[in-house]
């Protein structure tokens, strides 16, 4: 573990916990998303980062095409990888596919909803609206409960504020 997932884990987890008994639950056709949160924002931040659980309970896949937002420019789905040491985030091409009978969970560290050209950073206690598209199931309104602020440091919430290239620098 290098120093950086060492500095990101405790506080990511922290807001993680902190948020789950917030959770709803909602279906639309085979799709069913759980624990549906979003990280509060720094003043002055332009990016968020959302989380959810998806489960398809159907028997053929089904692709997240689409994130809409109120309170964001755009939103799409994000991956996060350590490539190199180098902790990397990108749009996932093509959808997010969440293969029949599986759960998948975008949490801190790796998928994530992107909220971007953020007006009003998310609050604590807020609730974020979006509606995700999928393309078998359909469309379905989202509520992201806003939790804490990463454990309230600064560095953490740096990796959704500050991602500039997508690439953040290696700590010394
Ligand atoms: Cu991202």
């Known amino acids: 573990m290098n120093k950086l997932n060492i500095a990101l ?32 924002m720094v003043p002055g931040a332009k990016v968020g980062g959302g989380y959810l659980t998806l489960t398809n309970t159907g028997s053929a896949d089904d ?8 309170r964001a420019k755009s939103a799409e789905v994000h991956q996060m990888s350590v490539d190199g040491g180098l902790m990397k985030m990108r749009p996932v091409q093509g959808g ?10 975008l949490k801190p560290g790796g998928y994530h909803v992107m909220f971007m050209g953020v007006v009003q950073p998310f609050k604590q ?3 974020v609206k979006a509606t995700l598209t999928f393309e078998k199931a359909g469309a379905i309104d989202v509520e992201f409960s806003v939790g804490n602020i990463a454990g309230g440091a600064p560095g953490a919430d740096a990796t959704h504020s500050d991602m500039g290239g997508m690439t953040m620098p290696k700590p010394q």
């Not at 990511?12 to 948020?19: D, E, K, M, V, Y």
């Not at 692709?63 to 109120?70: E, G, H, N, Q, S």
């Open 125 to 127: 206690g807020e609730t």
């Open 63 to 70: 692709t997240l095409v689409a994130i809409a937002a109120d």
């Open 96 to 105: 997010l596919v969440v293969p029949a009978g599986q759960t998948i969970e």
């Open 9 to 40: 884990a405790g506080p990511l987890f922290a807001g993680l916990f902190s948020t789950l008994s917030m959770a709803q639950n909602v279906k639309v056709g085979d799709i069913e998303i759980d624990h549906a949160y979003a990280r509060a």
